[in-house]
Each structure stands twice: as C-alpha cells, then as structure tokens.
C-alpha cells in the first residue's frame, strides 16, 4: 500500500470533528434537563453536575516513505556501423578468339582521276586606238554676272530690326512685376510705353502716355532695370523709336 493521500487524512479529521460536536451537544441535553428539577441538594445530584471530561485521541497515520524510484536504464550504445567496402569493378576477361582475329585491312580509296584543263586560247592584241585631243575653248563670263558676284549681298534690315526689338522686349519683360496695390484691387490693363535707344544702347525720353498709374510705375521700373541694353547692329538707324504696349494680367 502507497502513502495515504492528503484528500483521505482531511476526510478522517473531519469525522472525528463532527463526533467531537455531537458530543458535546448531547452532553448540554442532559445538563439543561437536569437543572430544570431543584435536586441540586442531593449528592448524587452534585455528583451529576461535575463535568465529565472526555478524551479523544487519534493517530494520524504516518506516511510511508516512497518507494525507489526505478532508475532507467541507460540506453544502449549504438553499435558502430561497419564502413561499406569499396566496390570493385569486374571487368569481362577478353576471348582470345577475338584477339587472335586480324582487323581487316581498309581498301584505299580511289583518286578521282582530275580531268585536263582546257588549253586557254590566246586572244588577238588589239592596238590602242589614239585618244582624241580636247579641244581648248574660251568661254566669256558676262561682266554683269562679275559683277554680281564680287557685290556683297544686301542684308534684310527690317527682318533684323524685327529680330532686335524682340530681344530687348523680351529683356524688359524680365524685370516686369504686378504691383500689389494693383493685385489686391484686381486691376489689369495694358501700358502704352515709348522711349528713345542711342546707338550705345541708353534710353532717352520714357514716356507712358496711356495706362492705370500703377501699372505705369511697374513698367518704368521694368525699363530701368534692363538697362543697358545691347547696342544695335551697324545696318539699323538709330538713335530708334521704341513704342510697345506691356501687359499686365492676372492669372
């Protein structure tokens, strides 16, 4: 039999309790009936009323000790595996029949027989033909066709004053602010602007004759602020009238 288990010693000491409280309520019965009759004269009475003591003891059961535990047993050791022998390769002995045989001899094989080249005939030389001389002839230039020739040619001046005035525009246009007095109040317009170029590229005599004034300040600023400009080719006159409307619009 094994160690008695914590659950079975717990049940056991509570049966001894409630035997313990049963008792003990018996005995209060039997003392609350007696003193309900006056017989506490009599000794024999007296002697009922002394207390009687009851005595209880148990034993607890001792626990057993534990039996040894089987120890495992080791594990046995693996035995240790045999290295596989090297295969040798058996090779067919070879019948001295078939080396006694003589391999047959390869017939040497025919040479095409090269048929003879054509003898190549010898063509008649021919004598070469006399080249005829190149006649030496003198052919007269027209003196308007030299004369063409030797003149410079005319130059488009207006195509490259045209090409000009958009460069310094579009320099001018660089330097072009909106105001913001003009930005806030949502005016737009266009400023008519006209000033004199000297040949050094200077400008001389701005003037703004039509535009709100605020765009008209905008636009001067813009004019001064490209200065100097670049000088004029040689081919156009100056000093030049510039006159050109700047715009100003919002986006």
Same mark, same amino acid.
């Given at each position: 039999t094994g160690p008695?288990?914590?659950?079975?010693?717990?049940?056991?000491s509570g049966r001894w309790l409630l035997a313990i409280v049963l008792s003990?309520?018996?005995?209060?019965?039997?003392?609350?009936?007696?003193?309900?009759?006056?017989?506490?004269?009599?000794?024999a009475v007296e002697r009922l009323h002394q207390p009687i003591a009851?005595?209880?003891?148990?034993?607890?059961p001792t626990p057993k000790e534990p039996e040894n535990e089987l120890e495992p047993e080791a594990a046995p050791e693996p035995e240790p595996e045999l290295a596989p022998e090297p295969a040798h390769a058996t090779f067919p002995? %070879?019948? !001295?029949?078939?080396?006694?045989? @003589? +391999?047959?001899k390869s017939r040497p094989e025919p040479k095409p027989e090269?048929? %003879?080249? !054509?003898?190549?005939?010898?063509? @008649? +030389?021919?004598?070469?033909?006399?080249?005829?001389?190149p006649e030496t002839r003198t052919d007269t230039v027209p003196a308007s066709a030299a +004369?063409?020739?030797?003149?410079?040619?005319?130059?488009?001046?207006?195509?490259?004053?045209?090409?000009?005035?958009?460069?310094?525009?579009a320099s001018?246009?660089?330097?072009?602010?909106?105001?913001?007095?003009?930005?806030?109040?949502?005016?737009?317009?266009?400023?008519r602007v006209s000033f004199t170029l000297r040949c050094d590229g200077s400008v001389v005599e701005i003037s703004m004759p039509s535009g709100h004034k605020l765009l008209k300040r905008s636009a001067e600023e813009a004019v001064r602020l490209a200065q100097p400009f670049p000088k004029?080719?040689?081919?156009?006159?100056?000093?030049?009238?510039?006159d050109y409307a700047m715009a100003f619009e919002l986006r």
């Open positions: 008695a288990h914590p659950a079975a010693v717990k049940q056991r003990q309520m018996l005995h209060g019965l039997l003392y609350s009936q007696l003193t309900k009759h006056d017989l506490l004269a009599s000794p009851l005595h209880f003891s148990f034993q607890q002995e %070879p019948d !001295p029949q078939q080396q006694l045989r @003589p +391999e047959p090269s048929k %003879p080249k !054509p003898k190549s005939r010898k063509k @008649p +030389e021919s004598k070469p033909k006399s080249k005829p001389r +004369e063409s020739q030797t003149a410079p040619e005319k130059v488009d001046t207006a195509a490259l004053k045209q090409r000009y005035l958009a460069t310094l525009l001018i246009e660089q330097y072009k602010s909106y105001p913001r007095a003009a930005r806030r109040r949502s005016i737009e317009g266009r400023v004029p080719p040689a081919e156009i006159d100056c000093p030049l009238a510039v």
